[in-house]
């Protein structure tokens, strides 16, 4: 092997340091406990990268998926989190970047009749590292029902109402499970959703939903509200969008919390 | 140039055939002239290809973009129609099939104010093309209000509705404006879409859906029955699909009508 | 709970049966044996419909999710399989049309130093069935790495190659494994993908690519003759979409199998 | 309409400041002027968004929307400048953000024959803007070839290439041509693309990409270094990603100026 060449290890005369170098869009199966202490296969999506000084011509990809690969066949939470100090190691770098995305699982029983269906919601972790220090956001995707108090408010009888989606970023003393950021958010909807429905479930979310209006500023407020109440949350940042059913356009509300990044 | 060896023209023999060769996902601007007579400039993605008979190895992939590119710099409705021809033409081929996709804009006034603003509708053409036939599929994506019967009529107060979509497509026996299609469909939901509302429009369209609700399935049979009686009409598909507002899956619903593709 | 109506059921005097309803882009944890009799866990994207007989206003899309559920909390293979008959059963239908979506991995020992990584494909059972007869069609998409004749043949030196991905689609005789319809998509490429490749391993993989330049129309005809002498394989239909390095733009052919549907 | 509340302007009592509201994913025809003086026209997906103040209940998502209008039915460049002042003060908001996305065509002459053909470039034009500031960021996706230059060292022959994108945004000094961002990043590109290539210039494309390769790591610093020395261009952020050839993943790399901001 030594006689090929190895153009990356090369000196690089631009002097122009690189902010991230890396691989990005790799599949991989991960393996995610839940609150309910079962473990959920699942798929992520997963982008890693480093810092690369200016000195060097190019870093070592291959060494990125075999830092993945060297957790075995399937990676679990623990292992996420060694990742950035490995890729620090293998690297020989300063700064370490991964983002990893999968879908996870709820089973929640319908909240009528109690018959349980499983909910997905989309999960990212994302991860910055020095040697010194690891700094981890977690964010969920909350699909949810939101239904228009102007709208409700202004009519003689019904109220648009649509599909929505939450996304919920933060930065937490203690872990956080997954379960309770999905359950915070939801609390703030007009309904949340579920997999499966009888009937008497879908009079119930109905008249929840009817009961509970909320615009896109009301549903970021409330998720911002919650969780400054909650102090294991040190900074968050809440987006809201409605995909209008009177329009083919979506509503949207952001708020983030000033402060608590580091 | 001729010491450049045309591979492509080599002879083959797998003695297989290819039912379609060509070029995919190349964008290209388009004019459309709309029923109010205005042209509008759109953007369209383009697909074409042809057959090529077991005996050449390859297609020559330039020649398509050529015929694209023959019509100057934005492609008419008319220039569309001349496309197949013109490739069974230079390509030397006995089929060919052409795509066109691209977004579509009409502007419409609010049911109570009347204040106008631009909706978009996605429009494909479909092609399929022999030196004696051709075949044209006309393909509109309409957005829709749709409120779930069921739930209005168990539910106390309120009833679910989301944004849908209608995409219905058909074979004609004279050529139809998008505007009647997109008409057709709109006809059959809760309610059609807006991009500009006040609040007089909203509470219009919010107590004109609750009084008007549909299934998927409703949508998809009253699409198909109005084109059934609509003579121009030679053949159809209509799928519906609700993005449910209580769900985070969607309901379906689709309808072929049988015969009439030649 | 019997004195909530059920609109579904009511009569219907529109007097049109509709070929497909019921729920899509449903997710749910699927579990595939491969080849090596190891259990992967996966994420499927789920669509399920039945006809309905023109005297019914409507389905009950609830059923579509207890079915589902009724198989525990992650599918297997052989779930999959007994989902259309209870369809039929549950929704008293006569057709039932089922689509399921997931990626699955396989690992690979890298061609010179042996490194295994793990390629994910993506991976489509469509299901049509009555209560005599089922029709199941398996697809694998296939990614590739495909260098071109032409280029090879007029340049100097190199050739642009890329990244093409095969969608691969079977009917068969007797059930096959995924992986052998992976092998026989990527025994016909220029070279097949890696995740993970040591420099031997790149330089081996240019090389061949290099040694193997295919169209688009040769990797369709090759993967044609392979199949056409597998007797195990009933009907194909093989696309190849390139990339292509040298336009914004993608190459495309097909080549559909006649007969061998039922 | 006096009679119809608006609940948007109800008071609010949580305290919370929203720091975007608006609306999202809105499409709408607009007109570019190019640097050849032609006017042509596209398609935007736009985004609008300004902040609320803790004492509102909501916005008027209508007014963003008639803002938008108010230019007539075709956006231009200079209708896209003034939209956040006319936000700010149809609003009576401190801060509007505004995103207007569209594909961009170039009609290129292809290498050695000259043959014209039309590519294409996304555009992004990102606004801040409050009433003393306004802050302007131009973003275009350029697609290229790169070739690998360790694949080209370690092989005997050929050497892997593939498309690769290069996301580039600038903050200037005085306005910039898109065209000048686009040629900027192709001129650090092993090739750039084109829509129609003749066999000559197929040629001409393979030898001059395998006479220029480059890493994802060169392509980030090249164009760094030519806006570097650029006086027009105070910041940037440029990324470049590889669909590599011989891989399922990307290959990805990023260099942001230090500084520059406002």
């Known amino acids: 092997m030594q006689e090929l060449k190895d153009t990356q290890n090369e000196p690089d005369d631009r002097n122009l340091p690189i902010d991230r170098v890396g691989v ?62 490995e890729l620090l190691e293998r690297l020989d770098a300063e700064k370490a970047h991964i983002v990893i995305d999968f879908p996870f699982f709820l089973s929640k029983p319908a909240p009528e009749t109690g018959e349980r269906g499983l909910m997905d919601y989309q999960v990212r972790f994302e991860i910055d590292a020095t040697r010194e220090e690891i700094d981890f956001v977690v964010t969920v995707e909350v699909p949810v029902t939101t239904l228009c108090p102007c709208s409700k408010a202004i009519s003689a009888r019904g109220a648009h109402n649509q599909r929505g989606v939450v996304t919920f970023a933060v930065r937490f003393e203690k872990p956080i499970w997954i ?84």
């Open 24 to 85: 990005k869009a790799l599949r991989f199966p991960v393996e995610i406990k839940d609150k309910a202490n079962a473990v959920q296969g699942t798929v992520a999506t997963v982008a890693m990268a480093v810092d690369l000084p200016h000195q060097y011509k190019g870093t070592h990809m291959s060494r990125f998926v075999e830092v993945l690969n060297a957790h075995g066949p399937q990676l679990g939470v623990r292992d996420m989190s060694a990742i950035p100090g």
């Open 179 to 262: 379960e309770d950021l999905v359950q915070l958010v939801e609390s703030c909807a007009s309904s949340e959703l579920y997999s499966l429905l009888k009937r008497p479930d879908e009079k119930a979310v109905t008249e929840r939903a009817y009961d509970n209006p909320v615009f896109v500023e009301d549903l970021v407020r409330d998720v911002a509200a919650k969780s400054d109440a909650q102090p294991d949350i040190r900074w968050y940042r809440v987006e809201a969008e409605n995909f209008e059913s009177i329009h083919n356009h979506n509503a949207y509300a952001m708020i983030e919390k000033k402060g608590g990044v580091c």
